[in-house]
């Protein structure tokens, strides 16, 4: 079992920066594969980012790739997901995943709780 616990998001203009967290108890995050999702008001939940068991490859769905980066420190038992270049279409909440094994498409066993980020234009 692991918790998640997501921070860092908030309102920000158009081409500003965030960066959340996804802080994890319970189990040391370097035995899961994690992931950033997002919902978007309306919409259905889409994979964001996602890093490896191993911790050395990452994937990024096509809409934020080059502008956002996912990183784990396994000291801190977290995660995090650096958005730069923020767009309004980024807004949405933001969800913290595990997944016990490293699969693709990713399977979360694990959910956090999200995370709100707001773009203004």
């Known amino acids: 079992q692991v918790q998640l616990v997501e921070s860092g998001g908030g309102l920000v203009q158009a081409g500003g920066s965030l960066r959340l967290s996804c802080a994890a108890s319970g189990r040391t995050i370097s035995a899961f594969a994690m992931a950033w999702f997002r919902r978007a008001p309306g919409k259905e939940r889409e994979f964001v980012a996602r890093?490896?068991?191993?911790?050395?490859?990452?994937y990024y769905s096509n809409s934020v790739k080059g502008r956002f980066t996912i990183s784990r420190d396994s000291a801190k038992n977290t995660v995090y997901l650096q958005m730069l270049s923020l767009k309004p279409e980024d807004t949405a909440v933001y969800y913290c995943a595990a997944a016990i094994r490293d699969t693709y498409p990713f399977s979360a066993d694990y959910w956090g709780q999200g995370t709100q980020v707001t773009v203004s234009s």
């Open positions: 890093i490896t068991l191993s911790g050395s490859g990452t």
